[in-house]
């Protein structure tokens, strides 16, 4: 896996790959007390996520569960790459873009 290849050119195996690795190198900074770089090791798995989700299963218009967050849900308006835009259902937020990886579809 080359290391200047972008996320939308890899294939499954290599996104798992990166994913693991993001996944890895977080777990290391928790261990170590660093609680910004983990954020950012999490944020980065959970975009590589996002391209292994089929965007075609996502509905435009349809409310769904996120994943890791207990009776929140989002009502997806469009979805652009690997982000579903929308609104948060109960919050009074304007619009805002969610990684695909966070939709609960099944």
Not at 24 to 36: D, Q, S
Not at 54 to 79: C, H, M, P, S, W
């Amino acid at each position: 896996m080359s290391e200047d290849k972008k996320l939308i050119e890899m294939n499954t195996y290599e996104l798992q790959q990166v994913v693991s690795n993001y996944r890895e190198k977080a777990r290391k900074a928790e261990m170590m007390g660093i609680v910004n770089e983990y954020e950012v090791w999490q944020r980065k798995a959970l975009i590589a996520e996002s391209y292994l989700v089929d965007t075609n299963q996502i509905e435009i218009g349809k409310v769904y569960a996120l994943i890791g967050a207990e009776k929140q849900y989002f009502k997806v308006e469009r979805i652009k790459g690997v982000f579903a835009w929308g609104f948060r259902l109960g919050s009074n937020l304007s619009e805002e873009g969610i990684p695909v990886a966070l939709l609960q579809l099944k």
